[in-house]
T-cell receptor
Framework: EDQVTQSPEALRLQEGESSSLNCSYTVSGLRGLFWYRQDPGKGPEFLFT???AGEEKEKERLKATLTKKESFLHITAPKPEDSATYLC??????????FGPGTRLSVLP | DGGITQSPKYLFRKEGQNVTLSCEQNLNHDAMYWYRQDPGQGLRLIYY???????QKGDIAEGYSVSREKKESFPLTVTSAQKNPTAFYLC???????????FGPGTRLLVL
């Protein structure tokens, strides 16, 4: 059974303090790993899809990387508007998406 | 603007009542999904549909029903058999079930 865990559960940063969020996964054959951002009371917003180990993608202050067992979402010089819950999901061959519980990020001014 | 709409934003259910949540998309996506989100838990799949007039149960289908009569629409009914319906419900769509899913704004269901 596919499983996804995310750490930490919550992270508080000062504005400009770079850090990383972790997504660890166990799947039978990875078809894709997905990162989403979710603001309170709203639907998740798609950020990145990664398909194979070694792949990296960037968008503004965010950079996602992928290994065979985990993915990291690196946040460089975060701003208060980066505060949100970040969700990770995986899809393996023949299976539906499996979502992790998310990491709640707070960036203080 | 292409996107996914869900209505209503808030819905109140009385005990023993069936309620229906609306989901519409104009992205021309073939696949549509319904998820339930509870605090501290990942999204859990209720039902999904790959094409019109076809749908499959997800991990937590008991107490829910769906229909897919049009490509654009995938309504979810929360029946009286669902004993713990209070949650945030999210609809999503994708070009196919293997591709990136895009989400609507969600409906929060509360029990009176």
């Amino acid at each position: 059974e596919d499983q996804v865990t995310q750490s930490p559960e919550a992270l508080r940063l000062q504005e400009g303090e770079s850090s990383s969020l972790n997504c660890s996964y166990t799947v039978s054959g990875l078809r894709g790993l997905f990162w989403y951002r979710q603001d309170p009371g709203k639907g998740p917003e798609f950020l990145f899809t990664l398909y194979s180990a070694g792949e990296e993608k960037e968008k503004e202050r965010l950079k996602a990387t992928l290994t065979k067992k985990e993915s990291f979402l690196h946040i460089t010089a975060p701003k208060p508007e980066d505060s949100a819950t970040y969700l990770c999901a995986v899809r393996s061959y023949g299976q539906n998406f499996v979502f992790g519980p998310g990491t709640r990020l707070s960036v203080l001014p | 603007d292409g996107g996914i709409t869900q209505s209503p934003k808030y819905l109140f259910r009385k005990e023993g009542q069936n309620v229906t949540l609306s989901c519409e998309q104009n992205l021309n996506h073939d696949a549509m999904y319904w998820y339930r989100q509870d605090p501290g838990q990942g999204l859990r799949l209720i039902y999904y549909s790959q094409i019109v007039n076809d749908f499959q149960k997800g991990d937590i289908a008991e107490g829910y029903s769906v229909s897919r009569e049009k490509k654009e629409s995938f309504p979810l009914t929360v029946t009286s058999a669902q004993k713990n319906p209070t949650a945030f419900y999210l609809c999503a769509s994708s070009t196919s079930i293997t591709e990136t899913q895009y989400f609507g704004p969600g409906t929060r269901l509360l029990v009176l």
